[in-house]
Protein backbone atom coordinates (compact mmCIF):
# COMPACT_ATOMS: atom_id res chain seq x y z
CA UNK A 1 0.00 0.00 0.00
CA UNK A 2 2.04 3.03 -1.29
CA UNK A 3 0.83 6.20 1.23
CA UNK A 4 1.76 8.77 -1.75
CA UNK A 5 1.61 7.91 -5.16
CA UNK A 6 3.04 10.02 -8.20
CA UNK A 7 2.51 9.05 -11.86
CA UNK A 8 4.64 8.91 -14.30
CA UNK A 9 7.69 8.10 -12.81
CA UNK A 10 9.56 9.04 -15.55
CA UNK A 11 8.55 11.54 -18.17
CA UNK A 12 10.61 12.50 -21.31
CA UNK A 13 8.79 15.41 -23.73
CA UNK A 14 10.04 18.36 -26.00
CA UNK A 15 9.80 22.10 -25.18
CA UNK A 16 6.70 23.78 -25.67
CA UNK A 17 4.76 20.71 -24.27
CA UNK A 18 1.95 20.59 -21.79
CA UNK A 19 2.28 17.63 -19.01
CA UNK A 20 0.76 16.93 -15.82
CA UNK A 21 1.78 14.69 -13.02
CA UNK A 22 -0.65 13.19 -10.89
CA UNK A 23 -0.04 12.75 -6.85
CA UNK A 24 -2.53 10.83 -4.65
CA UNK A 25 -2.33 9.73 -0.90
CA UNK A 26 -4.39 7.12 1.14
CA UNK A 27 -2.84 8.68 4.80
CA UNK A 28 -6.28 10.91 5.05
CA UNK A 29 -4.35 13.89 5.01
CA UNK A 30 -5.40 17.12 4.55
CA UNK A 31 -2.71 19.49 2.86
CA UNK A 32 -0.45 18.54 -0.10
CA UNK A 33 2.36 19.84 -1.27
CA UNK A 34 4.74 19.65 -4.66
CA UNK A 35 8.68 20.43 -4.42
CA UNK A 36 11.63 20.47 -7.18
CA UNK A 37 14.27 18.62 -6.78
CA UNK A 38 17.34 19.80 -9.64
CA UNK A 39 20.41 18.69 -10.97
CA UNK A 40 22.21 19.89 -7.80
CA UNK A 41 19.96 17.76 -5.23
CA UNK A 42 18.31 21.39 -3.60
CA UNK A 43 14.56 20.49 -2.73
CA UNK A 44 12.70 23.48 -3.27
CA UNK A 45 8.81 24.09 -2.23
CA UNK A 46 6.41 25.09 -5.39
CA UNK A 47 3.06 24.63 -3.61
CA UNK A 48 1.04 23.94 -0.03
CA UNK A 49 -2.60 23.44 -0.67
CA UNK A 50 -5.54 22.45 1.78
CA UNK A 51 -9.06 22.80 1.10
CA UNK A 52 -8.43 26.43 3.06
CA UNK A 53 -5.56 27.63 1.07
CA UNK A 54 -3.14 27.80 -1.63
CA UNK A 55 0.70 28.92 -0.76
CA UNK A 56 2.48 29.58 -3.88
CA UNK A 57 6.54 30.09 -3.78
CA UNK A 58 6.61 32.82 -5.44
CA UNK A 59 9.69 31.65 -7.51
CA UNK A 60 7.16 29.81 -9.52
CA UNK A 61 6.17 30.49 -12.76
CA UNK A 62 2.87 30.66 -13.41
CA UNK A 63 3.45 28.16 -15.73
CA UNK A 64 3.21 25.83 -12.83
CA UNK A 65 -0.04 25.20 -11.36
CA UNK A 66 -2.01 22.79 -8.95
CA UNK A 67 -5.47 21.33 -9.27
CA UNK A 68 -7.21 19.16 -6.59
CA UNK A 69 -9.90 17.63 -7.26
CA UNK A 70 -10.24 16.11 -3.84
CA UNK A 71 -8.40 16.16 -0.41
CA UNK A 72 -6.52 13.07 -1.80
CA UNK A 73 -5.46 14.26 -4.92
CA UNK A 74 -3.05 17.21 -6.03
CA UNK A 75 -1.77 17.25 -9.73
CA UNK A 76 0.89 19.29 -11.25
CA UNK A 77 0.40 21.18 -14.51
CA UNK A 78 2.60 22.52 -16.51
CA UNK A 79 2.48 24.38 -19.44
CA UNK A 80 4.99 25.35 -22.50
CA UNK A 81 7.61 23.18 -20.92
CA UNK A 82 10.98 24.85 -20.97
CA UNK A 83 14.45 23.16 -20.39
CA UNK A 84 15.22 24.47 -16.95
CA UNK A 85 11.96 22.39 -15.99
CA UNK A 86 13.63 19.63 -16.18
CA UNK A 87 14.33 17.94 -12.37
CA UNK A 88 12.77 15.63 -10.01
CA UNK A 89 9.06 16.81 -8.74
CA UNK A 90 7.94 14.97 -5.55
CA UNK A 91 4.55 14.94 -4.22
CA UNK A 92 3.93 14.96 -0.15
CA UNK A 93 1.35 15.00 2.13
CA UNK A 94 1.18 15.61 6.09
CA UNK A 95 -1.76 16.34 8.54
CA UNK A 96 -2.60 20.36 9.39
CA UNK A 97 -0.59 21.90 11.80
CA UNK A 98 1.68 18.34 11.92
CA UNK A 99 5.57 19.02 10.62
CA UNK A 100 5.89 15.70 9.41
CA UNK A 101 5.97 15.13 5.87
CA UNK A 102 5.10 11.92 3.53
CA UNK A 103 6.70 11.89 0.05
CA UNK A 104 6.11 10.21 -3.01
CA UNK A 105 8.74 8.86 -4.83
CA UNK A 106 9.48 11.50 -7.65
CA UNK A 107 8.85 11.76 -10.92
CA UNK A 108 11.50 12.85 -13.60
CA UNK A 109 10.72 14.69 -15.77
CA UNK A 110 13.34 15.52 -19.08
CA UNK A 111 12.63 18.61 -21.46
CA UNK A 112 13.98 17.53 -24.72
CA UNK B 1 11.49 31.32 7.65
CA UNK B 2 14.06 29.90 10.07
CA UNK B 3 17.18 29.13 7.53
CA UNK B 4 19.41 26.23 8.66
CA UNK B 5 22.87 25.73 8.13
CA UNK B 6 24.44 22.08 7.67
CA UNK B 7 27.83 20.00 6.19
CA UNK B 8 27.76 19.74 3.28
CA UNK B 9 29.38 16.30 3.84
CA UNK B 10 30.55 13.49 5.67
CA UNK B 11 32.58 10.30 5.67
CA UNK B 12 32.31 7.61 8.05
CA UNK B 13 32.98 4.20 8.64
CA UNK B 14 30.44 1.06 9.41
CA UNK B 15 29.90 0.68 13.37
CA UNK B 16 30.86 4.38 14.26
CA UNK B 17 28.25 6.52 15.47
CA UNK B 18 27.89 9.22 13.23
CA UNK B 19 26.95 13.10 14.86
CA UNK B 20 25.43 15.83 12.23
CA UNK B 21 24.69 19.31 13.41
CA UNK B 22 22.85 21.75 11.76
CA UNK B 23 22.82 25.23 12.84
CA UNK B 24 19.15 27.31 12.86
CA UNK B 25 20.01 30.38 15.01
CA UNK B 26 16.79 32.24 14.20
CA UNK B 27 14.69 29.55 14.89
CA UNK B 28 10.99 30.73 16.31
CA UNK B 29 9.09 30.02 19.64
CA UNK B 30 6.83 27.78 17.96
CA UNK B 31 9.35 26.05 15.48
CA UNK B 32 10.06 22.39 15.17
CA UNK B 33 12.72 20.27 14.31
CA UNK B 34 12.70 17.91 11.62
CA UNK B 35 15.18 15.21 9.98
CA UNK B 36 14.45 13.85 6.79
CA UNK B 37 16.76 11.05 5.08
CA UNK B 38 16.62 10.31 1.16
CA UNK B 39 17.98 7.65 -0.55
CA UNK B 40 18.96 8.57 -4.47
CA UNK B 41 15.99 8.19 -6.36
CA UNK B 42 13.39 8.17 -3.56
CA UNK B 43 11.43 11.18 -1.85
CA UNK B 44 12.93 12.09 1.61
CA UNK B 45 11.64 9.87 4.70
CA UNK B 46 10.79 11.66 8.04
CA UNK B 47 13.28 10.28 10.70
CA UNK B 48 12.67 12.42 13.68
CA UNK B 49 11.13 15.54 15.47
CA UNK B 50 11.73 17.76 18.42
CA UNK B 51 11.36 20.77 20.26
CA UNK B 52 13.65 20.42 23.18
CA UNK B 53 16.05 18.41 24.59
CA UNK B 54 16.13 14.97 23.58
CA UNK B 55 14.43 12.59 21.68
CA UNK B 56 15.03 9.22 20.83
CA UNK B 57 13.36 6.85 18.29
CA UNK B 58 14.48 3.32 16.94
CA UNK B 59 16.78 4.89 14.11
CA UNK B 60 18.54 7.92 15.44
CA UNK B 61 18.57 10.53 18.80
CA UNK B 62 18.13 13.84 18.52
CA UNK B 63 19.69 16.43 20.68
CA UNK B 64 18.92 19.97 21.12
CA UNK B 65 20.09 22.36 23.72
CA UNK B 66 18.09 24.81 25.73
CA UNK B 67 18.57 27.53 23.42
CA UNK B 68 17.53 25.82 20.52
CA UNK B 69 19.44 27.65 18.16
CA UNK B 70 21.72 24.24 17.26
CA UNK B 71 20.27 20.25 16.80
CA UNK B 72 22.57 17.11 16.48
CA UNK B 73 20.80 14.17 14.75
CA UNK B 74 22.64 11.16 16.26
CA UNK B 75 22.69 8.10 14.17
CA UNK B 76 24.00 4.59 16.15
CA UNK B 77 26.81 2.40 14.80
CA UNK B 78 25.80 3.48 10.95
CA UNK B 79 25.92 0.98 8.33
CA UNK B 80 26.65 0.95 4.63
CA UNK B 81 22.49 1.63 4.15
CA UNK B 82 22.59 4.73 6.19
CA UNK B 83 24.30 6.23 2.93
CA UNK B 84 22.01 9.29 2.62
CA UNK B 85 21.16 12.85 2.25
CA UNK B 86 19.84 14.01 5.40
CA UNK B 87 18.15 17.40 5.67
CA UNK B 88 17.33 19.51 8.60
CA UNK B 89 13.86 21.29 9.16
CA UNK B 90 13.13 24.24 11.36
CA UNK B 91 8.91 25.69 10.75
CA UNK B 92 5.87 25.52 12.72
CA UNK B 93 4.28 23.83 10.54
CA UNK B 94 5.22 21.64 7.22
CA UNK B 95 3.71 23.39 4.45
CA UNK B 96 6.40 26.84 5.82
CA UNK B 97 9.27 24.51 6.09
CA UNK B 98 12.18 25.11 3.73
CA UNK B 99 14.82 22.34 2.98
CA UNK B 100 18.24 22.93 3.30
CA UNK B 101 21.36 22.16 0.95
CA UNK B 102 21.30 18.95 3.28
CA UNK B 103 24.85 16.66 4.70
CA UNK B 104 25.54 13.60 2.40
CA UNK B 105 26.66 11.07 4.83
CA UNK B 106 28.76 8.17 3.37
CA UNK B 107 29.50 5.10 5.03
CA UNK B 108 32.44 3.21 3.65
CA UNK B 109 33.36 -0.44 4.69
Known amino acids: DTAVSQTPKYLVTQMGNDKSIKCEQN?????MYWYKQDSKKFLKIMFSYNNKELIINETVPNRFSPKSPDKAHLNLHINSLELGDSAVYFC???????????FGAGTRLSVL | LAKTTQPISMDSYEGQEVNITCSHNNIATNDYITWYQQFPSQGPRFIIQGYKTKVTNEVASLFIPADRKSSTLSLPRVSLSDTAVYYCLVATNAGKSTFGDGTTLTVKP
Open chain 1, 92 to 102: ASSLEGKNIQY
Open chain 1, 27 to 31: LGHDT
